[in-house]
T-cell receptor
Framework: DTGVSQDPRHKITKRGQNVTFRCDPI?????LYWYRQTLGQGPEFLTY????????KSRLLSDRFSAERPKGSFSTLEIQRTEQGDSAMYLC??????????????FGPGTRLTVT | AQTVTQSQPEMSVQEAETVTLSCTYD???????LFWYKQPPSRQMILVIR??????QNATENRFSVNFQKAAKSFSLKISDSQLGDTAMYFC????????????FGKGTKLSVKP
């Protein structure tokens, strides 16, 4: 088990372009989360999946953002028509689901997006 | 709205000394969970310690302990015998468990441990 991985680690794109990020959670973790972290701030929740079902989306997730987890394993986060305000670190986390209660979220290294 | 506030943007401590990081939160729920996460420079976030709100006993993990004051909605982190490797951003976070999976984070405290 190598932990949560994210690809790419860094992405520089021009305003208006589309970008896609990938997250591979820890195997057998049912839940997968996406967060966005801007400089000087804590991570902000974007969306999460339980298996392949997207259970919750933040109002931060505008229509330009879409996330998928087609087979309940890896997930992708796509941003269409990027804007400079999208520049941030995008973090992925996963957790097991072993019943009620809360379970530790394990974070990946993040994808740093810079929109020029 | 649920919020988490960390009022100390930056702190420093001498190696081997003790430091306390503050966190307050606001929620109308009675059952929730609180966490401290550590994010070292250019490295990924890891869990330091967690506290279930229904437990009165303060959580402890080796050199890390919390002071959980439920009525005051306060959740501070004490680091004893500070080490250089403790240098990091520390985030306080709130979660409700069950179907509400997401963490609500504070803005963080940048801790520098000086030799």
């Amino acid at each position: 088990d190598t932990g949560v991985s994210q690809d790419p680690r860094h992405k520089i794109t021009k305003r208006g372009q589309n970008v896609t990020f990938r997250c591979d959670p820890i195997s057998e973790h049912n839940r997968l989360y996406w967060y966005r972290q801007t400089l000087g701030q804590g991570p902000e929740f974007l969306t999460y999946f339980q298996n392949e079902a997207q259970l919750e989306k933040s109002r931060l997730l505008s229509d330009r953002f879409s996330a998928e987890r087609p087979k309940g394993s890896f997930s992708t986060l796509e941003i269409q028509r990027t804007e400079q305000g999208d520049s941030a670190m995008y973090l992925c986390a996963s957790s097991p689901l072993l019943g009620q209660g809360v379970h530790e979220q394990y974070f990946g290294p993040g994808t740093r997006l810079t929109v020029t | 709205a649920q919020t988490v506030t960390q009022s100390q943007p930056e702190m420093s401590v001498q190696e081997a000394e003790t430091v306390t990081l503050s966190c307050t939160y606001d929620t109308s729920e009675s059952n929730y969970y609180l966490f401290w996460y550590k994010q070292p420079p250019s490295r990924q976030m890891i869990l330091v310690i967690r506290q279930e709100a229904y437990k009165q006993q303060n959580a402890t993990e080796n050199r890390f302990s919390v002071n959980f004051q439920k009525a005051a909605k306060s959740f501070s982190l004490k680091i004893s015998d500070s080490q250089l490797g403790d240098t990091a951003m520390y985030f306080c976070a709130l979660n409700y468990g069950g179907s509400q999976g997401n963490l609500i984070f504070g803005k963080g405290t940048k801790l520098s441990v000086k030799p």
